[in-house]
């Protein structure tokens, strides 16, 4: 059974930081590449960043320069390092992975 839990998120004000984690079970996690995606009210859901098995990484124009994933293979976690927060980051932030989805964390950015 796969499992990907977000945590992490939480209210901040701009031009603050907040750190994402999905730990994840019952994939084979160091062959996945594993992404990180959002959803605002009344958008749709957006692409966020990437990272492969192998560590390269890919940014949404958006957030590049602000946010920074990563990856803990010994741990099965991937992350997302959020600085310079903005209000247009407020959204439930999703991970994805073997094309599976966590159930998301809600992240709010007040002005």
């Known amino acids: 059974q796969v499992q990907l839990v977000e945590s992490g998120g939480g209210l901040v004000q701009a031009g603050g930081s907040l750190t994402l984690s999905c730990t994840t079970s019952?994939?084979?996690?160091?062959?996945?590449?594993m992404g990180w995606y959002r959803q605002a009210p009344g958008k749709q859901r957006e692409w966020v960043a990437t990272?492969?098995?192998?560590?390269?990484?890919g940014y949404a124009d958006s957030v590049k320069g602000r946010f920074t994933i990563s990856r803990a293979n010994a741990k099965n976690t991937v992350y997302l390092q959020m600085n310079s927060l903005k209000p247009e980051d407020t959204a439930v932030y999703y991970c994805?992975?073997?094309?599976?989805w966590g159930q998301g964390t809600q992240v709010t950015v007040s002005s």
């Open positions: 019952g994939i084979i996690f160091s062959i996945n590449a």
């Open positions: 990272i492969t098995s192998d560590g390269n990484t």
């Open positions: 994805k992975g073997s094309s599976s």
